[in-house]
């Protein structure tokens, strides 16, 4: 069987071409192998491979002129597909591999005056003013140019890391654009603060990072389950300690005055960094205390132990 194996993971048209053209060798490779290489000629390679790529993979046809050179394409299809790859795929060429540097360069400077921004001595710098300004219309032209040029607007729109991309500019020209209007309301304040998450660029120029990302949404349901039971833990425990150590004790403790009240010093307890804020005197919060010190490595360990798992597997993947 020539066609890709069905547990491949699906190769989204957007997430770069270096990955389709991998996938469309392996085809015609399989091919080959299966057929013998006379019995193969280029074209009904290609056919056979954009044909595997358009039903199993869901490769658009665009996407798959690209991949077969197809010469029906029109100049703008040839110029978009050229630009997007440009921004989006640094192996695609000597000048996208110093772009993808440059713009990996300017997300780092770009965090650094956020954080410096913060500094009461460099309130109104005009070098940090300006190097934002710089920052933000490299990433606008960037994140415009392959919207534009994306074969699937919408699908690119949605896609998580191009979200990403669209906050990391957004508050910047709605501040500009809004802020006389806004003045020093908590809107603006809010608009502000959305600009750290342009941190989050650095995950789309890492694969390394994604590797983590893809980790956590393999181990989104236990994830899940970790919470549900860190839930049931604290209103447990917290009821507990709060008829310990306020309902019942000769001396009430108001640190614990109400179960919410509680939760604070559970939750603490439980994730094993006990501030010290708030601390059991009697004997009977102490022994609360210690069943919920024990509790919390139990219910701790099983779920994180998955989730390495995971990690692991999708690390070995991608080596």
């Not at 699906?10 to 290489?37: C, F, K, Q, Y």
């Not at 729109?157 to 209007?181: H, K, R, S, T």
């Not at 360990?301 to 692991?312: D, E, H, K, R």
Request: some cysteine; charged content about 15%.
């Amino acid at each position: 069987d020539a066609s890709p194996s069905r547990d491949r993971p699906m190769v989204h048209p957007n997430d770069g071409s270096a990955a389709v053209e991998r996938l469309a060798d392996e085809v015609i490779h399989s091919l080959e192998a299966t057929l013998g290489h006379s019995a193969v000629a280029p074209q009904s390679a290609r056919d056979a491979a954009k044909q595997a790529l358009r039903e199993h993979v869901g490769i658009g046809d665009e996407e798959l002129q690209a991949v077969a050179g197809d010469e029906t394409m029109t100049p703008w299809q040839r110029t978009a597909s050229r630009i997007f790859r440009f921004w989006d795929d640094p192996e695609s060429s000597k000048a996208a591999l110093v772009a993808s540097c440059v713009v990996l360069a300017l997300i780092l400077i770009s965090t650094v005056t956020f954080i410096l921004s913060s500094v009461s001595y460099y309130e109104g710098n005009t070098a940090l003013l300006v190097i934002e300004w710089i920052c933000v219309i490299v990433f606008s032209v960037e994140y415009l140019s392959k919207l534009v040029t994306a074969s699937k607007k919408w699908a690119f729109f949605c896609a998580p890391l191009n979200l990403i991309d669209m906050v990391a500019i957004l508050p910047f020209w709605l501040e500009q654009i809004m802020g006389g209007a806004l003045g020093g309301t908590a809107f603006l304040r809010v608009v502000r603060l959305v600009r750290v998450f342009r941190v989050l660029k650095l995950g789309g120029k890492f694969e390394k990072l994604q590797v983590v990302t893809a980790a956590v949404v393999e181990s989104s349901d236990m994830l899940g389950m970790l919470a549900f039971l860190l839930l049931l833990t604290m209103i447990i425990f917290s009821s507990l300690i709060y008829y310990a150590e306020y309902r019942l004790a000769p001396n009430p403790d108001p640190e614990f005055h109400s179960i919410p009240a509680s939760f604070w010093w559970c939750i603490v307890t439980l994730m094993t960094v006990g501030y010290g804020d708030a601390v059991p005197r009697n004997y009977v919060g102490q022994i609360i205390a210690s069943m919920t010190m024990i509790a919390s490595i139990i219910i701790m360990a099983l779920p994180i132990s998955v989730i390495g798992a995971n990690f692991t597997q999708q690390w070995v993947v991608f080596k």
